[in-house]
């Protein structure tokens, strides 16, 4: 819907001019109002990036599994980096 195309153009553009605690407050509150899983992942899919530039890999990690599992995916629990690498290149 209308609103919450204009909540993502507004989140995006604080994430694209450096304010991300502004950005992140509009995620969540994006999150709070969409409806379907596939609005989610939309939000995840910028929230994660933005993640990465200020180095929180790991929420970063932690977002990108729940869209995974939004779309039906699930990743295995690996705990050594050359088996996660090896397990994403039989996904692809």
């Known amino acids: 819907d209308r609103?919450?195309?204009?909540f993502t153009k507004l989140a995006r553009l604080e994430y694209l001019n450096g304010n991300y605690s502004e950005a992140d407050y509009h995620f969540?509150?994006?999150l709070e109002?969409?409806?379907?899983d596939l609005?989610?992942?939309?939000v995840y899919e910028i929230q994660?990036?933005?993640y990465v530039i200020l180095n929180k890999h790991a929420e970063a990690l932690e977002i990108g599994k729940k869209a995974l599992n939004l779309l039906g995916l699930k990743l295995p629990e690996v705990?050594?980096?050359?088996q996660l690498?090896?397990?994403?290149g039989e996904l692809m």
């Open 48 to 50: 994660i990036p933005m």
């Open 85 to 88: 690498f090896a397990r994403f």
């Open 33 to 36: 109002k969409t409806k379907t």
């Open 28 to 30: 969540h509150l994006m």
């Open 3 to 6: 609103a919450n195309s204009i």
């Open 39 to 42: 609005e989610k992942v939309a």
């Open 79 to 82: 705990h050594d980096p050359t």
